[in-house]
């Protein structure tokens, strides 16, 4: 071979491993670009225990990661959340309830310990439930004053009747003593606790008195109700004089049509502007949260495999929730 043309050859060798080695420096760049713009530092989400919230979690942290922003799963109890959220250990919790959380939320919301991500459109109620055949049993309910006629039909070996009840902060033996109910409470460890003694319960017809909240899959699946106790208000809480018992506090329900919210840790903006954008848009009514919770509860899928559904479902929202200018 002509020594020119093997010169050729290896000049067109040496700028085909040139132009090779452009390209993965430039895509190197890219990647240390989009690193840089969102943080390197994980997005920790809270995973806590009970279903829609652990659905919830998983689909915004899919959210998150289609904007190549990395996230971190931190499961947690509902008691622990606030350290953990206060302290930078954790960044985002996606279902605060009022019903159960509020003054602790407030008290860190006032203090600046921790920031309103955002409100979502559901409103919510936790409080005392039972399925619609106990009426029968305890006439009278929904109104509260029929328990104090009727707690035998809640006895299960014991001489007070049973109220089931999660690992949750709740007054509810403040309650049973400032509205004079015999009832003691039995705290069940978690949300499918919750979950499987109400199916054990309905699918016996046994009387049956726990806690609930909406939404939630049971109210699109049983007959039910919720107890309704005095109205609640603030002074409830804080004054034993409010309401009918005035030597205690409590003697009210929890409220009704309260709201729910996304909080997030003071960190949060520092590590990435398109995260706190996603979840203050990441608003979510009754029906949304409902689904997230049935897709597990009632057809028994993964949590991974129910986040993924449920973003499919809501493929159109997907579209607005990442189309802010600060995850282009």
Not at 48 to 77: F, M, R
Not at 230 to 255: L, Q, V
Not at 276 to 305: E, G, H, P, R, T
Request: aromatic share 10%; with cysteine.
């Amino acid at each position: 071979m002509p020594k020119s043309v093997l010169n050729i050859n290896r000049q067109l060798v040496f700028w085909s491993r040139l132009m090779k080695n452009l390209a993965v420096i430039t895509a190197a760049i890219a990647i240390s670009s989009s690193s840089s713009a969102f943080g390197e530092e994980p997005i920790k989400l809270l995973s806590l225990d009970w279903t829609s919230q652990q659905v919830l979690t998983k689909a915004l942290g899919n959210l998150l990661e289609k904007k190549q922003i990395p996230v971190e799963y931190v499961s947690t109890s509902a008691r622990s959340q606030w350290h953990k959220l206060s302290y930078g250990e954790a960044d985002v919790q996606v279902e605060v309830w009022e019903g159960s959380m509020a003054a602790k939320y407030e008290q860190l919301i006032q203090s600046g310990d921790i920031l309103e991500g955002a409100t979502h459109e559901a409103t919510t109620r936790e409080d005392w439930w039972y399925p619609a055949y106990v009426e029968e049993l305890c006439p009278g309910l929904p109104d509260w004053t029929a328990l104090k006629n009727c707690p035998e039909v809640f006895y299960e070996g014991t001489k007070r009747g049973i109220y089931y009840t999660g690992p949750w902060e709740k007054p509810d033996r403040a309650r049973i003593r400032a509205l004079g109910l015999q009832f003691e409470v039995i705290q069940l460890a978690d949300g499918e606790e919750i979950n499987q003694k109400i199916r054990q319960y309905i699918a016996a017809k046994k009387p049956l008195m726990i806690f609930n909240w909406s939404p939630n899959w049971v109210e699109a699946k049983y007959q039910g109700k919720f107890v309704e106790f005095p109205k609640y208000d603030k002074e409830c809480e804080r004054k034993a004089s409010w309401g009918i018992n005035p030597k205690f506090k409590w003697d009210c329900g929890n409220p009704a049509g309260g709201w729910l919210k996304i909080a997030i840790s003071k960190e949060l903006t520092n590590k990435s502007q398109c995260a706190v954008d996603v979840i203050k848009s990441f608003s979510l009514n009754n029906q949304q949260i409902a689904m997230a919770a049935m897709l597990v509860d009632d057809q028994k899928m993964s949590v991974d495999d129910a986040a993924n559904s449920w973003l499919e479902h809501n493929k159109e929202l997907v579209k607005q929730w990442l189309s802010h200018n600060s995850c282009s």
